[in-house]
């Protein structure tokens, strides 16, 4: 084996997954010296051609993942008559799952990256809830896909994190009467707005539950029922100067509630 080892990754993508594989492999040879050059979206026998002349020019192997089989045969053949190595990386493992699945692959490239593209989307989507619970900071609501509107304990945080795991960005902002909303709550699209309203006596003994979780007695004002009318009053005079859905939580699950929230956003969002 020469000096310093050259692999050339061949993808129908953008060959990430093949260079992780090399890289496994070539770490056990020559002190893990090498080089590697990725070839991506090679979806033609002309750039197969390339592939081949310049593994074989250099001494190197060509490492392929390509979901089409008909190139994957056809890159076996130009390596098989020009001397040169190539690993199929995901030729084997994919004849083997249709095997045993007893169905045929979609054969389309750059599948996991879209899987992983998903994943970060809803990660960032988490950490947005996250930032922008509870009011903390105005700037989210901009920047928002939804924005929950509602006095305390109408379930808005865990709302948010789970219309996150639905991959959508979703601040939450609490409305108190001593405190003003924040402006940027009436410069939005008010169809990103939605207000959870809830029935009095419901948000009576879920904070009196409250209370007595913390080691408290009920008979706070937080719990009190002419304080939380007060607060509702306010809570309909807001969602009222914003013009935005208003969805009742008073008898509804969490994911009760946030199908009915998808359906607003889904429907609203198809209009737009």
């Known amino acids: 084996m020469c000096a310093k080892p050259i692999a050339y990754v061949l993808s129908d993508s953008i060959g990430e997954t093949a260079e992780l594989v090399i890289k496994a492999g070539l770490s056990q040879y020559n002190n893990g ?27 190197g192997i060509i490492g392929f993942t390509i979901v089409d089989p008909e190139l994957r045969a056809y890159i076996n053949e130009q390596a098989d008559k020009n001397g040169v190595e190539a690993i199929d990386i995901m030729g084997p493992m994919m004849r083997a799952m249709e095997r045993a ?31 922008y619970d509870d009011g903390r900071d105005p700037r989210g609501i901009s920047r928002a896909d939804i924005i929950l509107i509602g006095v305390s304990r109408t379930s808005k945080t865990p709302l948010s994190q789970y219309l996150a795991l639905k991959r959508l960005k979703v601040a939450n902002v609490p409305i108190l009467p001593e405190v003003d909303p924040p402006e940027e709550l009436f410069m939005v699209d008010p169809r990103k707005c939605i207000g959870l309203q809830i029935s009095p006596e419901k948000l009576n003994d879920i904070r009196k539950e409250r209370l007595k979780s913390l080691g408290l007695g009920d008979q706070a004002t937080y719990a009190n029922l002419q304080r939380i009318h007060q607060e509702l009053d306010y809570f309909h005079k807001v969602v009222k100067k914003i013009g935005c859905k208003v969805v009742d939580v008073s008898n509804k699950a969490v994911e009760e509630t946030a199908n009915v929230i998808l359906q607003v956003y889904q429907k609203q969002a198809g209009g737009k």
């Open 33 to 59: 010296e090498y080089k590697i050059q990725r070839i991506p979206y090679a979806e033609d026998k002309s750039t197969v051609d390339e592939a081949i002349m310049l593994a074989k020019e250099n001494e």
């Open 101 to 131: 699945f007893g169905t045929k692959p979609r054969l389309k490239p750059g599948l996991v990256h879209k899987l992983d593209e998903d994943y970060f989307k809803k990660v960032e989507a988490i950490e947005f809830a996250v930032k």
